[in-house]
């Protein structure tokens, strides 16, 4: 089919894409929520002094990759609705989000007396409901104001800066703002690397065709247009995992392109992603040990003692909440080598206080070991009593605010397809041109795209998390 020649679609993918619309994707099995008591580091002073220290120390290259893909328009939701109803001739109420954005219009950044609500919104003006976030302005400086893409140039140059000066950061855009982005930063470039003495090496990516995921329709067939063309939809934040999986570095650090502050609000965040950076050095140092030991042992034609694999069992744990199955004990070693050698991810949690986001859970496995996984409510079957009490349990949520080691103890890169879980998609309900159609999602970069990794998390300060979901975010703290 021509559609799926264009898109890099294979048939086999489009034929498994159809029938998980008809089996759906299982839930998964939580043994217990996450919490400080097991399963997220709260780390003491001493524990953060020396991740720091292994931050600075390490020798490998940082890469700051930050997703920005797709239009702003639920930023400026509220406004739209409040739009149509002022020229279908009704009146806002005083405490509506229109009115709150109208009477603190001065606060914003890229206000002008000129500017109200029609022109933030259409192109004969900011064109802002159609921009990306990453494009427009969110802070005011008395030298100009920023971009969140702008506030990210500045992070990475205080985190992920080498020795050699240069900033290397992977921005993903949608198509149509690449252009955008690039002017922006051709504008900008000469000031920042002038004010941190650096040198930026930025990368924009778009989300490949090859991710998109056919639409169907009540009855679980391919969902065709009018003209009868097959409706595509994008695979989700999951469809990332082939952007990450192109970049070449010792470490990546990943964080959503609207989760930004002020300069002057920025030292906790700068230590704290040093502090992830240095732990998740550390595990892979840990890691890598215990993989040279296993090494130098079976090469000794003794096989891995029981000392040593008592060591990694309980270090598993500790770290990971790893536990082993039964198993036999000549497949002891296999199997702890296999759950050793894989990528690691370290992830900031923050106490939940209302702020949406994926929740940290210990998982049960089908082969009876356990690990840490983020979940989303669409992975939570809550009709389960077991699963209800451990989402009314879970203490933190995810920011999106990973660290991730991607290469393996001999310095390979790891192919971090082999290391998803395709089962943990979801199917929701959407609507085109007025009629339903199911769409389905690749499983989310940090949930079932990072399923078998090794994961350990973090608690963080709240002041690290900032995100502008609605244009009224801007008025925080954190933004003025």
């Known amino acids: 089919m021509i559609q799926l020649e264009r898109k890099g679609i294979s048939e086999e993918s489009l034929e498994t894409q159809l029938k998980n619309f008809t089996t759906g994707f299982p839930f998964l099995r939580i043994a217990d929520p996450a919490t400080p008591k097991r399963g997220i580091k709260v780390l003491s002073q001493e524990q953060q002094e020396q991740a720091l220290e292994n931050a600075r120390l390490f020798g490998g290259e940082v890469c700051k990759f930050v997703p920005a893909s797709g239009a702003a328009t639920r930023m400026f939701k509220d406004l739209f609705e409040a739009l149509a109803s002022v020229q279908n001739g009704e009146l806002a109420a005083d405490a509506s989000p229109a009115c709150k954005y109208v009477e603190n219009i001065h606060r914003f950044p890229f206000f002008d007396?000129?500017?109200?609500?029609?022109l933030t919104l259409y192109s004969r003006g900011l064109d802002y409901g159609s921009k990306p976030k990453g494009l427009i302005e969110f802070h005011k400086y008395p030298d100009g104001n920023r971009t969140p893409f702008e506030e990210h140039m500045v992070e990475g140059a205080m985190y992920a800066r080498q020795p050699s000066g240069k900033v290397k950061m992977t921005v993903t855009v949608s198509p149509e703002h690449i252009e955008e982005f690039k002017r922006l930063l051709d504008s900008v470039r000469e000031k920042y690397e002038n004010r941190f003495s650096c040198r930026y090496d930025i990368e924009f990516t778009v989300q490949s065709p090859s991710t998109d995921m056919i639409a169907a329709d009540d009855r679980n067939r391919?969902?065709?247009t009018e003209d009868g063309r097959l409706l595509f939809r994008p695979g989700g934040h999951g469809a990332l995992l082939k952007n990450l999986n192109e970049i070449d570095s010792d470490i990546i650090v990943i964080k959503n392109i609207d989760n930004v502050v002020k300069e002057s609000l920025l030292e906790e965040t700068v230590k704290w992603k040093k502090?992830?950076?240095?732990t998740a050095v550390r595990l892979r140092e840990d890691i890598s040990g215990y993989l040279r030991r296993i090494d130098a042992?079976?090469?000794s034609g003794k096989g891995v003692s029981e000392s040593l694999l008592k060591e990694i069992r309980k270090f598993m744990s500790a770290e990971f909440c790893v536990e082993m199955p039964d198993l036999p004990e000549d497949e002891t070693a296999a199997f702890l080598r296999k759950k050793l050698d894989r990528p690691v991810r370290v992830c900031g949690m923050v106490k939940n206080e209302g702020e949406p986001g994926?929740?940290?859970?210990?998982?049960?496995?089908?082969?009876?070991s356990t690990s840490l996984q983020i979940l989303e409510s669409a992975q939570i079957d809550l009709s389960n009593p077991d699963s209800a009490r451990a989402v009314k349990q879970s203490t933190h949520f995810n920011p999106v605010d990973l660290v991730c080691s991607v290469?393996?103890?001999k310095g390979e890169k790891f192919d971090l397809s082999r290391y998803s879980d395709p089962a943990t998609g979801f199917i929701s309900v959407k609507s085109y041109e007025g009629r339903k159609l199911k769409a389905q999602e690749l499983p989310g970069l940090w949930n079932g795209a990072m399923s078998d990794w090794n994961t350990q998390f973090v608690e963080v300060p709240l002041i690290t998390f900032n995100p502008v979901k609605t244009v009224l975010d801007l008025l925080r703290p954190a933004h003025e």
């Open 113 to 118: 007396a000129a500017h109200i609500l029609r």
């Open 297 to 299: 042992e079976e090469a």
């Open 358 to 368: 994926g929740g940290p859970f210990i998982i049960l496995h089908p082969d009876g």
């Open 275 to 278: 502090i992830l950076i240095g």
């Open 407 to 409: 290469k393996n103890y």
């Open 222 to 224: 391919p969902f065709r």
